[in-house]
């Protein structure tokens, strides 16, 4: 009898440490994905924020040089239309 209570308390034991090891490994990888989460959404707003950047610019400087924005325009679209075309 003895020896099945030194079996139980040993596979009590266990279980409680694997447990607790478990919930351990949970609360870490739980903590790492928050991390990574708020990173990629801090990224994510860098990045819509340099967007607003570049359109404030691109139009203030259509605006300020209607002429050669089109002429750029045209440039563009030629060398394009040559490249997908000789594709």
Sequence with gaps: MKNIDTVVDFASKTIDNTMNATNNTIDKVSKVTKEVADTIGEKGDQ??????RLVKETTSY??????????????VGFL????????
């Excluded at 300020?64 to 045209?74: E, F, K, Q, W, Y």
């Design 47 to 52: 990045i819509r924020s340099v967007e607003q």
């Design 62 to 75: 259509i605006r300020d040089n209607p002429l050669r924005s089109v002429g750029i325009a045209v440039g």
């Design 80 to 87: 394009l239309s040559k490249w997908f075309n000789d594709r």
